[in-house]
């Protein structure tokens, strides 16, 4: 099977081989040492322990800021009415956006056979599933009476009582909940192999444990290998539909209601684009310093951040697509309420948001036209910030302006949020961060066996008929064999 | 220990620590047991250590409110709050005491004081404890409608901060030992006469105090009774002694008024019989019902409901005011001489001239009334007009004044200061009054108390006063005390207690039997006394005998015959002063706050968070300016300014009010209280320290400088025009007649189809809705609502009668800067674009129970449904907060509590509450209901009697307060029913009906009447 598969993929990598995904030099063993070593190292870089250390003081302020919030209620927000959706929901939409490019990557291009995403499906993964965490408290947490969030799921109960299946607030409930629960497992599914090699190359008996039972007993058998690789595939194509409908569905929270400025039929496939814009935005926030601080040039390369840069510009296109859609359908509707929503945002007292809004969603991607500034590291760093920025401004105006200002004018108000609305907010973004921080020290950041069957491929390619036809599988294991004695001495100084 | 320095902190630990009220009482003796104790006591530590409480909740949060009030509680050691029934017989409304049934509320009918003037009310008793007040259909002055102050009035018998013992110097002391103070004195003085007696009272009307008072004058001839209110009818007597050679007081007959002219007036809130008249006026504008109008004009200075109301407003400086009533004689034709002066311009005079055209085409119909904030010679001269025009006897009579022996209050307080300034007043007594807080400034009257030997203060609140007087007894409410009080016109309300004194109150007539030298001390042996009295002396009693007069006067909350018959009148004037001089520069005007009244309600939680009518403002007063004059002094709102007026300087926030007359502004009084120990201290700013004898209402010479701080006000309105969309909709009456569905005609509003019962009222007969869904049957009853704008004058008296119904909590200051204040139906107010002289509309807001309600589909675990009978109703116990069903309403009427607003509160501050309704906790959403607890009282009654619910049977709490019956409450299936007779109306209109929604509450059309002449 394998054989059959490792050829008609390295047909592709050889068809469309200009640039490289791997870089020149690179064996077998070579990645499996650098990748593993980051984690078995002993001793912890000082930044790492700096970074976990920040990171971590903004987890204990968002414990600080949610036990404020149980103990006080919702007021502490800047909730109010009109405006009764704020940061929660703003911040959750946003956290489930990021997420988005990581399963875009893993399953998506993975099914489409690209590549190119070997080198950064992983952490865009894990990228997903910490973001998804992050998105997942909010709803929890801007409810009135977070301790009751269970009845938005259908259990069995003596109220003879089932979630009322008209709100799209329950279809998030499953969408968000099925995200979740196949971006973990696709994740852990992924890692099983890599857990057998971080088991066999750790040297003290508690990682070699701890690994070894992560491993599930993974040995290396065609036969696991022949399932593994049936089950990887159909959870890629479990989770490919989810990119669509999760963000469909988030969409239509918005898009459901009859609030002008929300109610959008363009809202879910314009939500969906703005997830992968966002979400490819966030994997470039964190592929370019990891890269630069492992030193892992050769494995994520210039054609990565190339790739990338040109998903973000597609999408942000969708996107502009997308605002530019709004204003058309205000102006050619004749809804005087939808007008004045869009007049609002434009020139109404969170004008600043819209503006900050456009330019870096729709003019700042531009740039990425530039091959020039896809290959700029420093540039492409900060676009990514700014669309990061963007995208949260976008929920912001998307919740804030539309509510706001709607239909009686007696009842508008405004929103401003409160020192608890920013540390809840500054708090996941330190609880992601942290989560990454220990991701990269304790698991391999990067697919040590798809990097393996990638460097074989572009191996085999290059000295085609000196090796025949070797297997991916073999060659790993044979990889494998070779790395262990050089393991300590090139671990430290690549 | 006991000698330790004991700390205020320490105290406060100890005293925060109670759950139970038997809590409090130990934790207070062990404190108070101390030495340390008695050396703060001694120093008056108490007073400061509230202070610092005080201070620390400064900016309160809502709870920190409760919070203090709750200490407040506990440093004056008192927890008890007994529900005992009175002991003597009180006579219920409805039904007989013996049948008190759990859960069953009854009602009595009684009075509550304003001014002195009564407003009779009929008081909800649940199981001995009073929990609300509705307006006695009987009385005369209410007709069934109350106004805010009346509803929040019954917070003020709950209130925590009230005085609860009787204190001597501020310590707490006891009853008797006052007694023992006091009798050797009047004994003493009875010798010589009485000479140092002096009395001072607010406004009393009350025939049992005034035969107490006569009983007094018996005992000291040389005794001095001084009256003093703050807002006062002086002018008004004054006005009618200069026209007719005695005080009379003017009683408006609105109902046979076609045109009327209110020069500075506010009789549709701030008068005497305003609720009374405010249906009167209305009732000749119900245009849907017969397609005819009075017309209203209005000159004022500060704006008004009145003024907003108006058919024509003039907004003018308060001193031009009397020019108008001088041009307006001469243009009708007074039998005398009346120099005009040259007050006015000259579109000022024609506009005179048309509306003088006007009432004398319509003379005897017409009706021409000055406030009492404008001077004695303006009174005089409308009282010409009304008798040039033919008005006496047919729209104005006139009757001796309701007050006993009336007397002009100003100076009775300036005889007073001057005679304690001198040294010549012994004893003191001053009852239900608070003349430090409130008297002119320029009579020093607080410097000059302090040279009384002994002064006593009787109050329902220690305050101002009562910080500066030896003794002060605490007054009783209304509904815990015996009395009797005269409305404005003059009927008499025998005033009976719902609940044995909370506190250890006295009543006022305790008091003055007292120093009558009485033997009879006990209120209701007083003022049954007094009626018995009367009864004996009645030449042909209505009733058998005089228990039955008795029973009877109790049952319908009114004495019958009580009112005093109109007399004749006959001009009197030879000549009147010359006019006026035009004055420069700014002109202030002080006015009776709209909620807080004089600042006899400041310490009202409720009336506090009310909003007030045009400025939506609470938890503060401003200075208002006219938007020109805030342009040209560089003044925007929230900006402190500081006001000089004749040497005095007020530092004040300032709201830019449109309609405002140009180069005036306006302060309203009862704000910026310094009392102690109030959770009302400090807040607003005391625009009695500006206020002078001379300058009672409004006086010039008025400086404004801007200080560059600013003071956050909390306006519940941000937004004050309806941004071109068409949410109040208006139309003249000329335009009405010509085209009866303006409402409707330029709206495309879906409808129901026409087997969908008659389900929202909407006006049928245009296509229905495109919709997947069919529409629900209703069988049996569907509730519907309308309010009609025309009848709706802006009171917010719905506002706070739901708020009490429904045990609505309050947010506090910074809850409504946050825009989360929960009243569940709110008066929206729209200006029309023009910034300076604007039109002014209001649209109460509840609840539009929706047929198809936006709310329901969205709410994720359906705490949000419709009910058989067309309800949206809110589950409560169902609801998670995810508050998406707020975000969806187009209407934002849902509240969401935020806190926990309901769990921390004291003992006493739920007794208030309606037991038939669920109080909500933190996290929940809730709304309007229909009042669903009183049509389930009204299903409950007419199943046991196996009938349908009649029409009228269910009336909502807003519908129920509202003065001007603008709101009605029905069954929509029932054709015989008042609603669905007024939805037919070609002027019903749904809002926002365009969006499908189907509102269950509609509206009818604002109808204006004004005058074509002046339209131009």
């Keep these: 099977m394998s054989t059959q598969e490792s050829s008609s993929r390295s047909t592709l990598v050889s068809a469309s081989a200009s640039p490289p995904v791997v870089g020149r030099g690179q064996t077998i063993g070579s990645v499996t040492d650098k990748i593993s070593s980051i984690v078995l190292a002993r001793g912890t870089p000082l930044w790492w322990l700096a970074g976990l250390a920040i990171t971590f003081s903004l987890v204990m302020l968002f414990l600080y800021a949610v036990t404020w919030l149980f103990i006080k209620g919702i007021g502490v927000w800047g909730v109010n009415v009109p405006v009764g959706w704020g940061f929660a929901i703003i911040n959750f939409v946003w956290w489930v956006g990021i997420g988005h490019a990581g399963t875009l990557i893993s399953a998506v291009l993975l099914l489409l056979r690209q590549e190119w995403r070997t080198s950064i499906n992983r952490f865009a993964e894990a990228m997903t599933l910490f973001a998804v965490a992050c998105a997942a408290v909010y709803p929890i947490l801007h409810l009135g009476r977070p301790w009751l969030f269970y009845w938005l799921m259908p259990y069995p109960n003596t109220f003879g009582l089932w979630p009322q299946w008209r709100s799209p607030l329950v279809w998030d409930v499953f969408a968000i909940a099925t995200y979740a629960t196949i971006s973990l497992i696709f994740w852990y599914v992924g890692l099983v192999p890599d857990l057998a090699t971080l088991r066999d190359q750790a040297k003290g008996k508690i990682p070699q444990y701890i690994f070894g039972i992560l491993a599930m007993g993974w040995r290396n058998a065609a036969s696991h290998w022949q399932r593994y690789q049936t089950a990887y595939f159909l959870l890629a194509a479990l989770a490919t539909p989810l990119v669509i409908s999760v963000h469909s569905i988030v969409g239509m929270d918005f898009a459901a209601s009859i609030i002008p400025g929300w109610h959008s039929t363009i809202f879910p496939p314009y939500f969906v684009a703005g997830a992968v814009f966002s979400g490819f935005a966030m994997v470039i926030t964190i592929a370019i310093p990891l890269r630069a601080a492992f030193g892992l040039q050769d494995m994520i390369t210039m054609t990565h951040f190339n790739n990338m840069a040109k998903v973000i510009l597609a999408t942000g296109l969708i996107v502009a697509y997308g605002y530019i859609t709004e204003f058309f359908m205000a102006w050619y509707s004749g809804n005087t309420y939808e007008q004045f929503v869009m007049t609002n945002r434009a020139f109404g007292p969170y004008a600043p948001a819209f503006w900050a809004m456009l330019t870096a969603n729709v003019l700042v991607p531009q740039l990425l036209w530039s091959r020039r500034v896809r290959r700029n590291l420093a540039l492409l760093f900060i676009i990514s910030l700014i669309i990061n920025v963007g995208m949260w401004f976008e929920r912001y105006v998307i919740v804030v302006t539309s509510l706001h200002r709607d239909y009686i004018p007696a009842a508008w108000g405004y929103y401003d949020p409160t020192f608890f609305d920013w540390s809840t907010y500054i708090g996941t973004i330190g609880l992601f961060f942290a989560l990454m921080f220990l991701f990269i020290r304790v698991l391999p950041m990067i697919s040590i066996f798809e990097m393996r069957e990638l460097v074989a491929e572009t191996e085999r390619e290059h000295e085609e008929a000196a090796h025949g036809a070797h297997g991916t599988v073999a060659g790993a294991r044979a990889g494998e064999g070779s790395a262990i004695p050089t393991y300590t001495g090139t671990g430290g100084e690549e | 220990m006991a000698n330790q320095e004991l700390s205020i902190s320490e105290i406060r630990r100890r005293l925060a620590q109670p759950q139970s009220s038997k809590h409090f009482w130990r934790s207070l003796d062990e404190v108070a047991n101390t030495e340390a104790f008695q050396k703060l006591l001694a120093a008056e530590l108490p007073r400061q250590m509230a202070a610092s409480l005080a201070e620390s909740a400064r900016g309160t949060t809502r709870r920190d409110f409760l919070k203090l009030m709750g200490a407040a509680l506990a440093m004056a050691g008192l927890t008890g709050c007994s529900t005992e029934r009175p002991r003597e017989t009180i006579v219920p409304y409805t039904v007989a005491p013996e049948m008190v049934v759990p859960g069953k509320p009854l009602f009595y009918a009684t009075a509550i004081n304003l001014g002195g003037y009564a407003i009779g009310v009929l008081a909800e008793n649940h199981l001995g404890r009073p929990t609300k007040l509705e307006g006695n259909p009987t009385h005369p002055a209410s007709l069934g409608g109350t106004n805010a102050l009346v509803q929040g009035a019954i917070l003020n018998l709950y209130d925590p901060d009230r005085a609860q013992v009787v204190t001597r110097t501020g310590q707490i002391n006891t009853w008797s030992n006052f007694l023992d103070e006091l009798n050797p004195r009047l004994e003493q003085m009875a010798a010589n006469g009485g000479a140092g007696l002096h009395i001072l009272t607010g406004n009393v009307t009350s025939p049992t105090t005034g035969s107490q008072i006569a009983a007094i004058r018996e005992r000291f001839p040389q005794s001095v009774w001084h009256r003093y209110e703050p807002v006062n009818q002086d002018n008004v007597l004054l006005g009618a002694e200069m026209a007719f050679g005695q005080p009379l007081q003017p009683i408006y007959h609105f109902d046979r008024a076609q045109r009327v002219l209110s020069l500075d007036a506010d009789f549709l809130l701030a008068q005497p019989g305003s609720i009374r008249y405010a249906l009167d006026f209305i009732n000749l504008r119900r245009v849907w019902d017969a397609p005819e109008m009075n017309r209203l004009y209005v000159v004022e200075s500060t704006p008004t409901i009145t003024g907003a109301k108006a058919d024509h407003r003039l907004a003018m400086r308060p001193s031009r005011i009397e020019h108008v009533a001088r041009a307006l004689a001469n243009a009708v034709g007074v039998p005398f001489l009346v120099e005009t002066g040259e007050g006015l311009t000259e579109a000022q005079a024609r506009w005179v001239e048309v509306v003088a055209r006007d009432l004398m085409e319509n003379g005897g119909s017409s009706l021409v009334l000055a406030g009492e904030t404008q001077p004695p010679v303006v009174h005089a001269l409308v009282h010409a007009i009304n008798q040039a025009l033919g008005n006496v006897g047919a729209t104005v009579s006139y009757i001796p004044p309701v007050a006993v022996e009336p007397v002009v209050q100003v100076e009775s307080l300036r005889e007073l200061a001057a005679a304690m300034a001198s040294g010549t007043v012994d004893t003191l007594v001053i009852v239900n009054c608070n003349?430090?807080?409130?008297?002119?400034?320029?009579?020093?009257?607080?410097?000059?108390?302090?040279?009384?030997?002994?002064?006593?203060?009787?109050?329902?609140?220690?305050?101002?006063?009562?910080?500066?007087?030896?003794?002060?007894?605490?007054?009783?409410?209304?509904?815990?005390?015996?009395?009797?009080?005269?409305?404005?016109?003059?009927?008499?309300?025998?005033?009976?207690?719902?609940?044995?004194?909370?506190?250890?109150?006295?009543?006022?007539?305790?008091?003055?039997?007292?120093?009558?030298?009485?033997?009879?001390?006990?209120?209701?042996?007083?003022?049954?006394?007094?009626?018995?009295?009367?009864?004996?002396?009645?030449?042909?009693?209505?009733?058998?005998?005089?228990?039955?007069?008795?029973?009877?006067?109790?049952?319908?909350?009114?004495?019958?015959?009580?009112?005093?018959?109109?007399?004749e009148v006959s001009l009197q004037i030879a000549e009147l002063p010359a006019p006026s001089a035009p004055v420069e520069g700014i002109e202030l005007n002080f006015r009776p706050d709209p909620s807080i009244w004089d600042g006899q309600f400041a310490n009202n939680m409720w009336l506090q968070e009310l909003p007030k009518p045009l400025t939506l403002l609470t938890w503060d007063n401003a200075l208002l300016i006219s938007p020109a004059t805030a342009e040209r002094l560089g003044v925007a709102s929230h900006d402190v300014v500081e006001v000089s007026f004749q040497q005095r300087t007020l530092r004040v926030a300032a709201w830019i009010m449109p309609g405002h007359a140009d180069d005036v502004v306006t302060l309203h009084l009862g704000y910026g209280r310094t009392w102690d120990e109030k959770a009302s201290q400090g807040v607003g700013f005391d625009a009695y320290s500006l206020r002078t004898s001379e300058a009672f209402w409004s006086g010039a010479g008025v400086e404004i400088r801007a200080t560059g701080e600013t003071h956050e006000l909390a306006s519940v309105q941000n937004h004050d025009t309806m941004a071109g969309r068409d949410l109040v909709r208006v139309?003249?009456?000329?335009?009405?007649?010509?085209?009866?569905?303006?409402?409707?005609?330029?709206?495309?509003?879906?409808?129901?189809?026409?087997?969908?019962?008659?389900?929202?009222?909407?006006?049928?007969?245009?296509?229905?809705?495109?919709?997947?869904?069919?529409?629900?049957?209703?069988?049996?009853?569907?509730?519907?609502?309308?309010?009609?704008?025309?009848?709706?004058?802006?009171?917010?008296?719905?506002?706070?009668?739901?708020?009490?119904?429904?045990?609505?909590?309050?947010?506090?200051?910074?809850?409504?800067?946050?825009?989360?204040?929960?009243?569940?139906?709110?008066?929206?107010?729209?200006?029309?674009?023009?910034?300076?002289?604007p039109e002014t509309y209001f649209q109460p807001r509840p609840c539009m129970h929706c047929e198809k309600a936006p709310c329901e589909p969205v709410c994720p675990v359906a705490a949000t449904v419709h009910d058989s009978e067309g309800l949206n109703q809110m589950v409560y116990n169902r609801c998670v907060g995810t508050r998406y069903c707020s975000n969806n309403c187009p209407y934002k009427v849902r509240r969401f509590n935020y806190f926990d607003y309901t769990?921390?509160?004291?003992?006493?501050?739920?007794?208030?509450?309606?037991?038939?309704?669920?109080?909500?906790?933190?996290?929940?959403?809730?709304?309007?209901?229909?009042?669903?607890?009183?049509?389930?009282?009204?299903?409950?009654?007419?199943?046991?009697?196996?009938?349908?619910?009649?029409?009228?049977?269910?009336?909502?709490?807003?519908?129920?307060?509202?003065?001007?019956?603008?709101?009605?409450?029905?069954?929509?299936?029932?054709?015989?029913?008042?609603?669905?007779?007024?939805?037919?109306?070609?002027?019903?209109?749904?809002?926002?009906?365009?969006?499908?929604?189907?509102?269950?509450?509609?509206?009818?059309?604002?109808?204006r009447n004004p005058n074509p002449e002046l339209e131009a």
């Design chain 2, 435 to 567: 003349p430090v807080l409130s008297a002119p400034v320029d009579l020093g009257f607080a410097e000059a108390l302090e040279q009384v030997p002994l002064r006593v203060h009787m109050n329902l609140h220690f305050d101002e006063t009562s910080a500066r007087c030896h003794w002060h007894v605490p007054a009783l409410h209304e509904l815990e005390s015996w009395s009797d009080a005269r409305a404005y016109d003059g009927s008499v309300t025998i005033i009976q207690p719902l609940i044995a004194p909370l506190f250890e109150g006295r009543s006022v007539h305790e008091l003055l039997a007292v120093l009558s030298g009485s033997t009879t001390r006990d209120p209701y042996e007083i003022v049954r006394g007094y009626w018995q009295g009367y009864y004996a002396g009645l030449e042909s009693p209505p009733q058998a005998d005089a228990e039955l007069f008795w029973r009877s006067a109790l049952h319908d909350g009114v004495v019958q015959g009580s009112a005093p018959a109109p007399v």
């Design chain 2, 731 to 837: 139309g003249t009456l000329e335009h009405f007649l010509e085209e009866p569905n303006f409402a409707q005609a330029t709206h495309h509003v879906p409808a129901e189809t026409s087997e969908g019962a008659a389900g929202t009222g909407v006006h049928a007969g245009e296509a229905p809705p495109p919709s997947f869904f069919p529409e629900f049957p209703y069988d049996g009853n569907a509730w519907g609502m309308q309010i009609d704008l025309t009848a709706c004058i802006g009171c917010n008296a719905c506002t706070i009668a739901c708020q009490i119904e429904n045990n609505i909590p309050v947010v506090g200051k910074e809850g409504v800067l946050n825009g989360r204040e929960m009243h569940w139906i709110k008066v929206d107010r729209y200006y029309s674009e023009q910034l300076d002289q």
């Design chain 2, 903 to 1007: 769990g921390e509160e004291i003992p006493l501050m739920v007794m208030w509450r309606n037991p038939d309704v669920t109080v909500r906790t933190r996290g929940v959403m809730e709304k309007c209901t229909y009042c669903v607890q009183r049509i389930n009282q009204a299903r409950i009654e007419a199943e046991k009697q196996s009938r349908p619910i009649a029409d009228g049977e269910v009336l909502t709490a807003c519908q129920q307060a509202c003065p001007t019956r603008a709101i009605v409450f029905g069954d929509l299936n029932n054709a015989e029913s008042l609603l669905a007779r007024q939805k037919a109306s070609p002027l019903n209109y749904g809002l926002l009906a365009e969006l499908g929604t189907q509102p269950r509450t509609t509206y009818l059309a604002a109808v």
